[in-house]
């Protein structure tokens, strides 16, 4: 595990990354160095060569007295020599090594060479060619090396001599350093090892919101409260689940017991039987809306998609809605505010579903004599529908929860009304699967207007699309 940590991965990449800097370093560094070296030491040779070339130094008979000057003026610690045309020395000045140098014209030529012969010292040397009365003279300048060699030699084994130290102090930097950059990640670890089901509310620290891992700390807060919101939501879910279904079975055997225990005739078995029938029609209605809602939350709501008229679709939706609302004397109203017909692309039974849906509760919640109105017409790229009623209106506290599960504003009447408080989340789970919305709007006593703002074009594709029409039976 230590091996493979964050840290010392970093660690070892820091200490990698520095020795090949440090190795590189090193390497030019010397390279340079001694360039530079041996560059000033050819032109130390060079400009002494051009002194000794001076026709005061060349002129006959004037011996070695003149070149001893051009080297105390010039050259101290360097070797001159100067040879005629045949190769011969006419003056040399210095070490006896230069004796051992090549032949001019041999393989020493002109310019500056090196020369390291066997029992010689290493030699720089330079030559250069000079005319004095008439005749051809070589003069040759040399220096020994050997301060130079070791000066690099001694560069070479500081730089190995220091670079383990140099690792050592780098690995110690670099294990601080990593231990400073990750120690926010060890503490969002520590506190995510505490963060169970019974406390989703903690959330991880964040020192730095502009950093990665303060970033990375938002990122996981914001996950956490997604799961804190759908893990309420599924304990909601399951207990009013319970108590939906609980509900019927209770009276399912409640009236059995009754039955069984007090009944005399056939007819009060058969009021028995009617009574438990409709409760199990209650509970399979709400089995399979629940059904229909987790394949949505699950992302497999089937779907099939077609291209289909929305005005022709509306116009049998109010001619039911009309049929629906004659028990209660009631007005069904269609204004369709465009001058074509509106064509979508959408699955028509799922749609036929959630209209009759908001068509039936605006019904269910007016009274008599009242009016409900369905409004077709057309924004941008969207068809929007509005069914609107002059009913009993709801409450502003309640309206952000209506599109909840289970969620009854009245729960004795809407029990009593059949409903199963299923119906406005199916609805608006139909809304979403074809990448629209539905917006409640509403004023107690008054009325409420639920709007859906369908997209023409239809959803995008999706991943699973395999609605058929036994789903809904």
Known sequence: MFFRSIRFRLTLLYILSLAVILAASGFFLHFFLSRNLLDKIDLDLRVLAEGASSPSVLSPGAGCAPLEDVILQRGRGNY?????????????????????????????????????????????????????????????????????LEALRELRLGILALSPFALLAISLTGWFLAGRALAPMDRITRQVRNIKAENLSLRLPVENSQDEVGRLAETFNSMLGRLEESFRKTQQ??????????????????????????????????????????????????????????????????????????????????????MLGESKDMDVLLDVKVSEEIRIRGDELRLRQMFLNLISNAIKYTPEGGKVNITLALEGASAVVCVSDNGIGIPEKHLPHIFDRFYRIDPARNREAGGTGLGLAISKSIVEAHEGQIVAESIPVRGSTFTVYLPLKGPGPRKKNAFSEKDFR
Not at 90 to 111: D, R, T
Not at 120 to 131: D, E, H, I, V
Request: charged residues 25%.
């Open 80 to 148: 001159v020599e100067i040879l005629d045309s045949g190769g011969k020395v006419v003056c040399a000045i210095g070490s006896p090594f230069l004796k051992e140098l090549p032949p001019i014209g041999g393989e020493g030529g002109a310019g500056a060479e090196t020369f390291a012969g066997e029992g010689t010292p290493p030699l720089r040397f330079f030559t250069l060619a000079a005319q004095s009365g008439g005749e051809i003279f070589f003069v040759r300048t040399a220096k020994d090396l050997t301060t130079y």
């Open 237 to 322: 879910f399951s207990g009013d689940a319970s108590h939906e279904l609980r509900t019927p079975l209770a009276i399912i055997r409640g009236e059995t017991e009754v039955s069984l225990r007090w009944a005399k005739s056939t007819e009060d078995f058969r009021r028995t039987l009617e009574s438990n029938l409709e409760e199990i029609d209650r509970m399979g209605r709400i089995i399979e809306d629940l059904l229909t809602l987790a394949k949505s939350d699950a992302g497999e709501m089937p779907m099939e998609m077609k291209d289909l008229s929305l005005s022709d679709l509306l116009q049998e939706l109010y001619l039911q809605g009309r």
